[in-house]
C-alpha cells in the first residue's frame, strides 16, 4: 500500500474505501468471520486529508494514509467506542487517544475501525468464550469457520487474515496476541512488558502488553518503529538474517495415540520438524533445550492466577470509576447489568463474579508478583545464557507463550503451513525481555525462506467449542487466552 500510494497508484482514500466495502461484503456477510464491531465515521476524512499532505509533499512515512484498525479497548478521541466488546460500557466515547494510538497517527495511519475480542478480554465467564461479546457476537476463523478463533485480540487477527487492514493492535496478558495470531494464520507480535505505554488502554494487569497482527514480518517492525518513535526494529531485516544465529528449540514432541488422532496436533509436529530443518539450512545453529515448564511447581501456576485475578479487579474498578459517560461505575454494577441484560445462550459471567469476590490487598497483590514473575523469568533466562541464545523456537502447541507472558517478555507467532483440515499451523519464536529486534530478524529469516502465510478459504466446518474449565485455569492453553 506504502509503495503504491508513493506510485500514485492508489490513495488512503481509496483504500479506505475498498476496506469498508470488504468489511461490508465479507466481514459482515454470511460466510465472514465478523471481525469488525465498529466503524469509523471519519476514517474517509482523514483518508482524505492524508492524501493532500502527499501531495503537497509531506509523507510522514512508511505508514502514511495506511488503514489500520484496533481491539476495542484502545482508546480514541473520536466517535467510536472503547468497550471491550462489553454492552455495558456503551456510553460516551473516550476523551483521548491511547498513547500508541497517537504515535500511530502521528505517522499518518487511518483508523478504519474496532475489532471483536472475547468481552472484557475473557474475564467474564469460566468456560472461555473466545472471540464472543455481548456487543460484536461471535467472530469466526476465516479459514475454517467452525474452527478455534483464540481469545481475546480475536478480531484483530480475523480482520488482518481476511485482508480489510495490513495492520491491527491487539493487546496481551497470557496470550492474546499470540494464539489467536496463530489459530488465523498471520504473523503476531507481542511486546516486552513496558516497551509501549499502556496508557489510555483497558488493561486487565501489570503484565499486559501491546501486540500486532500483520501478514509480513517488515509491516510488525514498521509498525513497532511507529510507535516507539524509532527505526531500531527494520534494521536485522535482512535475507541472511539467520546465519550464525543460536536457536534453541524445543524438542519434537512424540504425539501420544489421542494426539495422533488430532490433525492440528499431527500437522503441528510435522511442520515444527519441517521448520527446523529450514532454520538449519538458512545458517541457524539449533540447539536442544528442555521443556520450560521443567522444574516449575503447581503452585506457581496457582500463584499466577492468584495475582492476575486480584489485579483484574483492581484494574476494572478503576477504569470504571475513572472512566466519564459509562451506564456502570463499577465491578458490581457492571455484573448487575450482565444480569439485567443476559440473553438465552450467552455465556455467564461466573468468572467476573469470582474476581469480583476477592479481597485481596495491594500489598499481597505485590507479593504474589514478586514472587512469581522471577520463576517465569528464569524459565527463558536460563537456557538463553547458559547456551548463549539469540533467540529460541518451538511449536505452537508448546504453550510456550504462556511462560513468555507470565515473564512479561516477547514472543512472535509465525505461520508454517496448514493441517489436513484448512487450519493454520504456526511457530513460535522467544526470547528475554527486548529482544525484539533479533526476534523480528530471525522471523523474517524464516518467512522469507518458506512464505509459509496462506489466504483464508472460508470452508464451513461443525461449530467449536472449547472444553469448559475451572476458574482457576482460566489462563493456561490458548483456548483461555487473555
Not at 526494529?233 to 501420544?256: F, H, N, Q, W
Not at 532454520?279 to 499466577?304: C, H, M, N, W
Not at 457492571?334 to 468468572?351: S, V, W
Not at 522471577?374 to 508448546?398: E, G, W, Y
Request: hydrophobic content about 35%; charged content about 20%.
Amino acid at each position: 500500500m506504502s509503495e503504491e500510494m508513493a506510485k500514485q497508484g492508489v490513495t488512503s482514500e481509496s483504500l479506505v474505501k475498498n476496506s469498508f466495502r470488504q468489511i461490508a461484503n465479507i466481514d459482515r456477510g454470511l460466510q465472514g468471520g465478523n471481525a469488525f464491531v465498529e466503524t469509523n465515521p471519519d476514517a474517509l476524512t482523514e483518508a482524505k486529508a492524508r492524501d493532500q499532505e502527499r501531495f503537497k509533499g509531506h509523507v510522514r512515512g512508511y505508514l502514511h494514509g495506511v488503514p489500520i484498525a484496533l481491539k476495542d479497548v484502545f482508546e480514541t478521541k473520536d466517535r467510536m467506542q472503547t468497550s471491550a466488546g462489553s454492552r455495558a460500557l456503551v456510553g460516551a466515547p473516550a476523551t483521548k487517544n491511547a498513547r500508541v494510538v497517537d504515535n500511530l497517527l502521528k505517522a499518518g495511519v487511518v483508523i478504519v475501525g474496532k475489532t471483536n475480542m472475547s468481552e472484557l478480554s475473557n474475564f467474564r465467564s469460566e468456560s472461555p468464550a473466545d472471540g464472543w461479546s455481548s456487543r460484536g457476537g461471535q467472530t469466526l476463523n476465516p479459514h475454517r469457520l467452525g474452527g478455534p478463533v483464540a481469545g481475546s485480540s480475536s478480531g484483530s487477527a480475523v480482520a488482518v487474515a481476511q485482508g480489510h487492514v495490513p495492520l491491527a493492535l491487539g493487546l496481551e496478558t497470557n496470550g492474546s496476541v499470540i494464539a489467536p495470531a496463530a489459530c488465523n494464520g498471520v504473523f503476531g507480535l507481542k511486546t516486552t512488558v513496558g516497551l509501549l505505554s499502556t496508557e489510555g488502554i483497558m488493561t486487565s494487569s501489570r503484565l499486559d502488553a501491546v501486540g500486532t497482527f500483520t501478514r509480513t514480518v517488515c509491516d510488525a517492525a514498521e509498525a513497532l518503529n511507529a510507535m516507539t518513535e524509532t527505526t531500531a526494529y527494520t534494521a536485522g531485516l535482512r535475507s541472511d538474517a539467520l546465519k550464525g544465529k543460536r536457536i534453541g528449540y524445543t524438542p519434537v514432541p512424540e504425539l501420544s495415540a489421542e494426539e495422533a488422532r488430532d490433525p492440528a496436533k499431527r500437522a503441528d509436529s510435522k511442520h515444527y520438524k519441517d521448520a527446523l530443518e529450514v532454520l538449519k539450512s538458512q545458517g541457524a545453529i539449533l540447539v536442544p533445550v528442555g521443556r520450560l515448564d521443567d522444574g516449575v511447581a503447581d503452585e506457581s501456576f496457582q500463584t499466577y492466577n492468584d495475582a492476575l485475578f486480584s489485579e483484574v479487579k483492581q484494574k476494572l474498578e478503576d477504569y470504571l470509576a475513572g472512566r466519564e459517560g459509562l451506564p456502570v461505575k463499577s465491578l458490581s454494577e457492571l455484573i448487575a447489568f450482565n444480569k439485567r441484560h443476559h440473553k438465552p445462550g450467552e455465556p455467564d459471567q461466573k468468572l467476573l463474579e469470582l474476581i469480583n469476590s476477592l479481597e485481596t490487598t495491594q500489598d499481597q497483590r505485590d507479593q504474589l508478583w514478586e514472587t512469581i514473575i522471577p520463576i517465569f523469568q528464569k524459565t527463558i533466562d536460563d537456557p538463553i545464557k547458559a547456551h548463549k541464545l539469540d533467540a529460541m523456537v518451538s511449536n505452537f502447541h508448546s504453550y510456550n507463550y504462556f511462560f513468555s507472558a507470565a515473564a512479561g517478555y516477547p514472543g512472535i507467532s509465525v505461520p508454517s503451513g496448514m493441517d489436513d483440515e484448512g487450519m493454520p499451523t504456526a511457530l513460535y519464536f522467544h526470547g528475554s525481555g527486548n529482544s525484539e529486534a533479533t526476534l523480528l530478524s530471525v522471523a523474517y529469516g524464516y518467512e522469507q525462506a518458506t512464505q509459509a502465510i496462506r489466504e483464508p478459504a472460508f470452508l464451513a466446518g461443525a461449530p467449536y467449542t472449547p472444553a469448559p474449565v475451572n476458574a482457576d485455569e482460566a489462563v493456561e492453553g490458548p483456548a483461555a487466552s487473555t
